[in-house]
Nanobody, 121 residues
């Protein structure tokens, strides 16, 4: 069973940037991957997803144009570049791996422990 470990979270001011990383313990070449987030008192939501090849991505409307998901299948890494961060981006961010492509939690079978992102105004 693949293990995922996120890193790169932290506390920033609004309009600043962060880059999240997710390291997988095994080969990710055949799997879709995604980033989800969960803000206090809210349900977990899909943020961005990427095909195994990296040839297609999808984003939640709230982050489109500000966030970029990418992957390195040689290094077994997933990334999320977050620019122009806003206070409502504050959440715990999780990476996930699965067999289907999209922003539904049901597509993903393994999850990391999460990394906290806090954006202040």
């Amino acid at each position: 069973q693949v293990q995922l470990a996120e890193s790169g979270g932290g506390s920033v001011q609004a309009d600043e940037s962060l880059r999240l990383s997710c390291a997988a313990s095994t080969d990710i070449l055949r799997n879709s991957m995604a980033w989800f987030r969960q803000a206090p008192g809210k349900e977990r939501e899909g943020v961005a997803a990427i095909l195994p090849s990296g040839s297609m991505t999808t984003y939640a409307a709230s982050v489109r144009g500000r966030f970029t998901i990418s992957r390195d299948n040689v290094a077994n890494m997933l990334y999320l570049q977050m620019n122009n961060l806003k206070p409502n981006d504050t959440a715990v961010y999780y990476c996930a791996i699965g067999d289907a492509f999209g922003l539904s939690e049901t597509f993903y079978k393994n999850w990391g422990q999460g990394t906290q992102v806090t954006v202040s105004s």
